[in-house]
């Protein structure tokens, strides 16, 4: 169960690898990248969004079957083009068709809904079962044509019949013209009937059931655009308080704001920051303390912020400092400049709970991942690979090798793929499993049965 | 000091132990600094300022100027390409694109092989 923190070590717990999906060859097309991963609330779907502006969801199967040794497995439940590529000719800018984000929304009947973003417009999409047919119709032959009024003789009442099961994706809102920015987050909102959209220099709250108004909450954009000094990166709602959010910012700031203070929030509740020291600034300061993700802990008492290194923790009662920083690769210091050089120093990390919130899990360079357990201060390191994906084999703890003398089956710093970046990662809500987008490949992994 | 336990990676807070860390820390990081410094003598002071933000703001602009295009459509020979310089016109950058330069987008109408 989730009680378990699940982080290796010791004869506790392991992971081992459960299914992968995608593409086995080397040559990757740009649209095959996964850009978002999302497991819904009960953890029975499991959506992610890529590149090219698709959405796939999996469902989980039920246990039923009492032949396999894992879990139910999760298969395709339904794909469909949620946005494609446009060009705004007012403004000569090309919008991707990307997904940046998918957050669903709380079931509230048979259907799931949920919201899919890229840069510009976010669309709200219902996902419905159809597993019956009417039969029988007076107007309509089997085919479906017309048939002749005037030969009809007798009338029916049509008749309801089982067929295959389809899932039919519609999209039901479509929120657009809202950002003259790009959209780097959207977030539901407690009350299930708000949700916040944000992008580099504005948040706009919304209501689910009206698409052409937003309110605008948080404005940031100066006067003048030479005084331009931090952008918003990530922006959520608190999980019960529907009055309060977070934004994070390239300056490694959080700002928490409360709606209910003022219409609009430029002034915030609370400041979150970590003093910084000022003998250790380099260029590379502010690049590397820019916050790529901020993720409220499911009890909504803490605060996860991802930077570039690191992972740190915050109480939002305490607004100096996090209560926890977890180094995610500190290697990396000292190959800051060709990071740079490369632009893998602007790559955005997302990060996510675990169901107790009592672990946190990362991604790194070289498809490796991480996990810490908050409790027993215990963290792995395991990488998604293919040479690794024989049905629940267990994963190997990774170790990177920083300084001269390598270990036997220990990888160098200088070794490392940049190319292989897991920068998506999900947590299953109540149970050890999570789902790893390594580029083009989602890998689902779950904990040993014994 | 918490290099002892070797399973930990989490800072502690106390005051002493992180001025420790990071002293360590500043080294390879000036060390960087340098390095790119030394490549890159003219990069700005201020990395975080507004031409790397502004740069952020503005992706996915594309711009055609029918003037420029037609002109060299015609091959003029003494026509000066305009250059970028440092501190200015981040957009344009120093290419003309032609309309063959620009990327044909197509939106991908094929399923997506995660639901192979």
């Known amino acids: 169960g989730a009680g378990n923190a699940g982080v290796g070590g010791g004869n506790d717990f392991q992971w081992c690898f459960s299914q992968v999906k995608g593409a086995i060859d080397?040559?990757?097309?740009?649209?095959?990248?996964?850009?978002?991963?999302?497991?819904?609330?009960?953890?029975?779907?499991?959506?992610?969004?890529?590149?090219?502006?698709?959405?796939?969801?999996?469902?989980?199967?039920?246990?039923?079957?009492?032949?396999?040794?894992?879990?139910?497995?999760?298969?395709?439940?339904?794909?469909?083009?949620?946005h494609e590529p446009e060009f705004d000719y007012l403004k000569s800018l090309e919008i991707e068709e990307k997904i940046n984000k998918i957050r669903w929304l709380p079931q509230q009947n048979a259907?799931?809904?949920?919201?899919?973003?890229?840069?510009?417009?976010?669309?709200?999409?219902?996902?419905?079962?159809?597993?019956?047919?009417?039969?029988?119709?007076?107007?309509?032959?089997?085919?479906?044509?017309?048939?002749?009024?005037?030969?009809?003789?007798?009338?029916?009442?049509?008749?309801?019949?089982?067929?295959?099961?389809?899932?039919?994706?519609?999209?039901?809102?479509?929120f657009a013209n809202a950002h003259t920015y790009h959209i780097n987050s959207i977030s539901v909102n407690s009350d299930h009937e708000t949700y916040l959209s944000a992008d580099d220099l504005r948040i706009n709250l919304w209501h689910l059931?009206?698409?052409?108004?937003?309110?605008?909450?948080?404005?940031?954009?100066?006067a003048n655009m030479?005084?331009?000094?931090?952008?918003?990166?990530?922006?959520?709602?608190?999980?019960?308080q529907c009055n309060v959010f977070v934004?994070?910012?390239?300056?490694?700031?959080?700002?928490?704001?409360?709606?209910?203070?003022?219409?609009?929030?430029?002034?915030?509740?609370?400041?979150?920051?970590?003093?910084?020291?000022?003998?250790?600034?380099?260029?590379?300061s502010e690049i590397i303390s820019s916050i790529s993700d901020v993720k409220f802990s499911h009890s909504g008492r803490y605060m996860m912020?991802?930077?570039?290194?690191?992972?740190?923790?915050?109480?939002?009662?305490?607004?100096?400092?996090?209560?926890?920083?977890?180094?995610?690769?500190?290697?990396?210091?000292?190959?800051?400049?060709?990071?740079?050089?490369?632009?893998?120093?602007?790559?955005?990390?997302?990060?996510?709970?675990?169901?107790?919130?009592?672990?946190?899990?990362?991604?790194?360079?070289?498809n490796f991942f991480r996990m810490f357990d908050r409790n027993t201060r215990r963290d792995i390191t395991l990488e998604a690979s293919r040479e690794s994906s024989k049905p629940r084999a267990i994963l190997k703890p990774r170790k990177v090798c920083t300084g001269g003398k390598r270990k036997k089956d220990e990888i160098s710093v200088d070794s490392l793929d940049f190319n292989k970046k897991i920068l998506h990662t999900a947590w299953h809500p109540k149970e050890n499993i999570i789902a790893v987008a390594a580029t083009n490949n989602l890998y689902i992994f779950q904990d040993k049965i014994n | 000091m918490s290099s002892e336990n070797q399973e930990t990676e989490t800072q502690q807070e106390s005051g002493e132990e992180k001025q420790d860390t990071q002293e360590k820390e500043s080294n390879p990081v000036k060390a960087e600094e340098a390095k790119l410094k030394a490549k890159y003598p003219n990069l700005g002071q201020k990395p975080g300022g507004s031409d790397f933000l502004m740069k952020r703001l503005q992706?996915?602009?594309?711009?055609?100027?029918?003037?420029?295009?037609?002109?060299?459509?015609?091959?003029?020979?003494?026509?000066?390409?305009?250059?970028?310089?440092?501190?200015?016109?981040?957009?344009?950058?120093?290419?003309?694109p032609t309309p063959q330069d620009l990327p044909q987008r197509k939106s991908s109408l094929v399923t997506s092989k995660l639901a192979g």
């Not at chain 1, 089997?142 to 048939?147: A, D």
């Not at chain 1, 005084?227 to 019960?240: D, G, R, S, W």
């Not at chain 2, 996915?60 to 000066?80: I, L, R, T, V």
């Open chain 1, 26 to 82: 080397e040559d990757v097309a740009e649209a095959d990248i996964i850009s978002t991963v999302e497991f819904n609330y009960s953890g029975d779907l499991l959506a992610t969004g890529d590149k090219g502006g698709r959405v796939v969801i999996f469902q989980r199967e039920q246990e039923g079957n009492n032949r396999s040794h894992s879990r139910g497995e999760y298969n395709v439940y339904s794909t469909f083009q949620s």
């Open chain 1, 111 to 174: 259907a799931h809904f949920l919201l899919s973003t890229n840069d510009k417009t976010i669309k709200l999409w219902k996902i419905s079962e159809r597993d019956k047919r009417a039969e029988g119709y007076n107007l309509k032959d089997e085919n479906g044509r017309l048939r002749d009024p005037f030969r009809i003789t007798s009338l029916r009442v049509p008749v309801l019949k089982p067929m295959d099961l389809m899932v039919e994706a519609s999209p039901r809102r479509i």
């Open chain 1, 226 to 240: 030479e005084e331009l000094t931090e952008v918003i990166t990530a922006a959520e709602c608190h999980p019960n």
């Open chain 1, 247 to 284: 934004y994070s910012s390239s300056k490694g700031t959080i700002r928490l704001c409360d709606m209910r203070a003022s219409a609009l929030c430029d002034r915030h509740s609370k400041f979150f920051e970590e003093p910084e020291d000022p003998s250790s600034r380099s260029f590379f």
């Open chain 2, 59 to 96: 992706k996915g602009q594309k711009y055609f100027d029918s003037g420029d295009y037609n002109m060299a459509k015609a091959k003029m020979k003494n026509k000066q390409l305009p250059t970028a310089g440092p501190d200015k016109n981040l957009v344009t950058g120093d290419h003309i």
């Open chain 1, 305 to 366: 912020t991802r930077d570039y290194l690191s992972v740190k923790v915050w109480d939002l009662n305490m607004e100096s400092r996090p209560v926890e920083t977890y180094q995610v690769h500190e290697y990396l210091r000292s190959k800051l400049c060709s990071l740079y050089e490369n632009d893998c120093i602007f790559d955005k990390f997302e990060c996510c709970w675990n169901g107790s919130d009592n672990a946190i899990m990362t991604g790194s360079y070289n």
């Open chain 1, 209 to 222: 059931e009206i698409t052409d108004r937003s309110f605008n909450i948080v404005d940031i954009k100066p």
